[in-house]
């Protein structure tokens, strides 16, 4: 899963990994988190998330399958989170590495582009 430096990670795709790649470490993410400031890494460096609010109930469903659309079109499925009728919680890690790989961040950066502002 080598990353092209000059790539934009929403112009990446991913690439699919059933083990064997080695996560990326904290040091690894940081710099690539600049291209998805509104995620956060989780305190051992395993996941990222972010949040999101909607106005109602059936925005936060569209944007879910929004988001359902796009795992399913690039095979890298995040941890969805709907809670209090509105809120969203999207959580992305490799789970057959156990830790972050480049395809969480080209999601996250995915997600960003057909999130609302």
């Known amino acids: 899963m080598e990353s092209d430096p000059t790539d ?5 795709h991913c690439v699919p990994c059933e ?4 996560k990326l470490t ?6 690539l988190l600049a291209q998805v400031p509104l995620w956060q890494i989780d305190e051992p460096g395993d996941s990222i998330s972010r949040k999101f609010k909607f106005r109602d109930f059936v925005s936060a469903m569209a944007f879910l399958q929004q988001v359902a659309d796009l795992a399913e079109e690039e ?4 941890d ?3 809670t209090g009728y509105r809120h969203v919680r999207i959580e992305l890690m490799t789970h057959a590495i156990g830790g972050l790989s480049d395809n969480d961040l080209i999601m996250a950066a995915k997600i960003d582009e057909v999130a609302p502002d």
């Open 80 to 82: 969805l989170h709907l």
């Open 75 to 78: 095979q890298h499925h995040p």
């Open 8 to 12: 934009t990670l929403a112009r990446r």
């Open 19 to 22: 083990g064997g790649v080695e």
């Open 26 to 31: 904290v040091d690894q993410v940081r710099p």
